[in-house]
């Protein structure tokens, strides 16, 4: 499910890509499953379905790090290469569109698109955030949290930066990121 600001784009005709639905997609491909689960050693694992999958590797991911660096190494050049395959195709149609994703940076998503919108909120409130979205213990929402770009990085990379923070209304949100879209001349 989009965010707030990329919900408030996308009312205004903006297409939403998700890298998060990307890499759950990827997981669908017997082959990416067989190749996450031969580097693990686990051939049993490719006899999953994505779902199944992506919970096995939920469980033990953000927690252990030889497991996320064979997941990074399958699904990540994938990812990139989809977000620079989409930034291409919605450019040759002159289309308008939000790339959603917590790596966003991370897969080069910066030199594809026009402008770079950053969403902040202190680590708190990113934690509970977590917590909430994907039913986590504090301990683990944090450690996924911390595998991310710091937030004082993206903040430098951003051409845009959206507060969110903690009793910040999604109203607000959603007026933030068209008054962004206004100004840059998106809307138009």
């Known amino acids: 499910r989009p965010g707030t600001a990329a919900r408030a784009l996308e009312a205004c005709g903006f297409e939403i890509l998700s890298l998060d639905d990307a890499g759950h997609r990827l997981l669908e491909r017997d082959h990416i499953r067989r190749a996450i689960a031969d580097g693990m050693g686990d051939p049993s694992l490719a006899l999953l379905d994505g779902g199944s999958m992506r919970a096995a590797l ?13 997941v ?14 989409c930034g291409h195709i ?27 919108i950053v969403m902040a909120s202190d680590e708190r409130d990113s934690i509970a955030r977590i917590m909430a979205r994907d039913g986590l213990d504090e301990r683990s929402a944090a450690r996924r949290l911390s595998l991310q770009m710091p937030l004082t990085e993206r903040l ?20 933030q990121a068209l008054a962004i879209a206004a100004c840059s001349g998106l809307l138009g």
Do not use: C, Q, Y
């Open 90 to 116: 919605i450019r040759a149609r002159r289309g308008k569109a939000v790339i959603e994703g917590a790596l966003f940076f991370e897969l080069g998503g910066a030199g594809i698109v026009d402008g770079v």
């Open 58 to 70: 939920r469980r033990s991911a953000f927690d252990t790090p030889e497991v996320m660096a064979i």
């Open 72 to 85: 990074e190494r399958v699904l990540h050049p994938r990812m990139s290469r989809w977000m620079s395959l």
């Open 156 to 175: 430098e990379k951003a051409d845009w930066v959206i507060l969110n923070s903690a009793g910040t209304s999604e109203a607000s949100v959603g007026l």
